[in-house]
């Protein structure tokens, strides 16, 4: 990846690695059950995030901006490293000075975002798809990526819902209909493409 601040342009890479909605507060009816699947996530997405920057693949993260309109990233993460049940998932998974971000109003990363002409510019043809939650948000992304003919990696041990249950049927979709990859994270071929 580059490491000027000088540069004007995104990094080059044929391969992203999406995290979704994984700067989240979890203070919802049913968060406690969705912190117990996601905090075991949350360690293989870090894992996963260590391999692709050995690999030179640039980390974007996707988030709600739940509802804050004039909310910015950076805020966002603050907010969610103490005093709330998400804390020790945001904390794992705090993002690093070279990351990118993106906010998205909806549960699709494209949907009303800047992500496609983020991907464009960094030569993306192949995406990891990574968060919360498999059966709203990731999925939702899949499918908007497949439309847009990426090549998806969605790694089953790299999301999580609030059982296992509806994680695995969800899952079941992107690999099925979207020609997703959905290995565990550690099998998954992981090179710059």
Known sequence: ??????????????????????????????????????????????????????????????????????????????????????????????????????LKPKHSGFFGTTLETLLRFIGARTLVLTGLTTEMCVLFTAMDAYMRDYALLVPGDCCAAASAARHWQALDYPQQVLKADTRPAAELPLERR
């Open 1 to 102: 990846m580059a490491k000027n601040d000088e540069q004007s342009f995104p990094d080059q890479s044929a391969v992203a690695l999406l995290i979704i909605d994984t700067i989240n507060d979890l203070e919802f009816a049913g968060g406690e059950t969705l912190l117990r699947h996601a905090l075991p996530m949350a360690h293989n997405i870090a894992a996963l995030k260590r391999r692709a920057r050995a690999a030179g693949i640039p980390a974007i993260y996707l988030n709600d901006n739940f509802g804050q309109w004039r909310s910015d990233f950076r805020s966002v993460v603050q907010r969610n490293l103490a005093g709330v049940r998400g804390a020790p998932m945001v904390r794992l998974l705090a993002p690093e000075p070279d990351d990118y971000f993106v």
